[in-house]
């Protein structure tokens, strides 16, 4: 099962509601119980995140959050000295254009702009 699938399942239920049958839990069901109620909140705050982090993986480059090599940051170095922009060192490198903008700042080759 898909995490957002689990995830509409958990929300019914916590809504009080058959996931299946979309109807309304009688009061004495387990499922019109406070304790049970917050414990299906959470779960689904919870499952929500997970579905978020999923769906921005899909679209992030390959070695996004990737540790950088030394290799790695030499060439960088060495490719933005040269002139490289960073939209293409971002696809080259498979990493995000802020990854690649912010890291000569970490390396300490421009001094940090933070406030």
């Known amino acids: 099962m898909q995490n957002a699938e689990a ?18 839990f ?23 995140s997970r579905v978020k982090a999923e769906s921005r993986s899909r679209w992030l480059p390959e070695n996004a959050g990737s540790a950088w090599s030394q290799q790695e940051d030499e060439e960088l170095s060495r490719e933005l000295q040269g002139g490289a922009g960073i939209p293409d060192l971002a696809r080259k490198r498979q990493r995000t254009q802020g990854s690649i903008s912010a890291r000569p700042e970490r390396l300490g080759k421009i001094p940090f702009r933070g406030k």
């Open 7 to 24: 995830l509409r399942i958990i929300r019914a239920l916590a809504d009080g509601v058959d996931p299946e049958t979309g109807e309304v």
């Open 26 to 48: 009688e009061g004495e069901s387990p499922f019109q119980n406070p304790q049970i109620l917050r414990a299906l909140f959470a779960a689904a705050c919870e499952l929500e």
